[in-house]
């Protein structure tokens, strides 16, 4: 059964950082690309980014510079560490494990995060 469990969300205020942690069950993962999604209010769910099994990163354009993905194979655990938030980063958090360049059909709960200006 997959498991794909986020945690490290939280209230912070413009200018300050989070760590989000997924810790993942279920899966061979040290085999596959993970990612990061997020899904703000009225929008639809987005990739922020993504690590491979080799561990090269890839960022969206909007987190550049700011946000860094990493991957502990041992622990089946991919974390995202998160500078510099702004408002415009408030949404609910995700990890997943890609197939093919696509989410799979696994979902956790989710972590929200909350950027206050």
């Known amino acids: 059964q997959v498991q794909l469990v986020e945690s490290g969300g939280g209230l912070v205020q413009a200018g300050g950082s989070l760590r989000l942690s997924c810790a993942t069950s279920?899966?061979?993962?040290?085999?596959?690309?993970m990612g990061w999604y997020r899904q703000a209010p009225g929008k639809q769910r987005e990739l922020v980014a993504r690590?491979?099994?080799?561990?090269?990163?890839v960022y969206a354009d909007s987190v550049k510079g700011r946000f860094t993905i990493s991957r502990d194979n041992a622990k089946n655990m991919v974390a995202l560490q998160m500078n510099s938030l702004k408002p415009e980063d408030t949404a609910v958090y995700y990890c997943?494990?890609?197939?093919?360049?696509?989410?799979?059909?696994?979902w956790g709960q989710g972590t929200q995060v909350t950027v206050s200006s």
């Open positions: 997943n494990y890609l197939i093919r360049n696509s989410p799979s059909q696994y």
């Open positions: 279920g899966i061979i993962f040290s085999i596959y690309t």
């Open positions: 690590i491979s099994n080799g561990g090269t990163s």
